[in-house]
Nanobody
Framework: QVQLVESGGGLVQAGGSLRLSCTAS????????MGWYRQAPGKQRELVAV???????NYADSVKGRFTISRDNAKNTVYLQMNNLKAEDTAVYYCHAVITLLHSTSPNDYWGQGTQVTVSS
């Protein structure tokens, strides 16, 4: 009923930039929180950044000052601008959204399929 489709991952040199996008589609009534998580090989999935519908943001300490999360509510899309990338940012990045479906009274969690970001040092 809902799909989160990510794009924008790839290979970049340290110090470079990438911009991730994630668009939600389907029988959507409203989207509350949207965000990005990442999982590096052998590590647990961790929060990168989240943004509420009112544009309140929260970032992991490791990305503060380098990454910027934003969203376009009209397009059901969240973005992650990643600057000054480091080798330790290498991971699969997952889009997450808390969505209330049409004809539903409670929100649920949805995840994208993930997009690989590789930073070469």
């Amino acid at each position: 009923q809902v799909q989160l489709v990510e794009s924008g991952g790839g290979l970049v040199q340290a110090g470079g930039s990438l911009r991730l996008s994630c668009t939600a589609s389907g029988s959507i009534f409203s989207i509350n929180v949207m965000g990005w998580y990442r999982q590096a090989p052998g590590k647990q999935r961790e929060l990168v950044a989240v943004i509420t519908r009112a544009d309140i943001t929260n970032y992991a300490d490791s990305v503060k000052g380098r990454f910027t999360i934003s969203r376009d509510n009209a397009k059901n899309t969240v973005y992650l601008q990643m600057n000054n990338l480091k080798a330790e940012d290498t991971a699969v990045y997952y889009c997450h959204a808390v969505i209330t479906l049409l004809h539903s009274t409670s929100p649920n969690d949805y995840w994208g399929q993930g997009t690989q970001v590789t930073v070469s040092s």
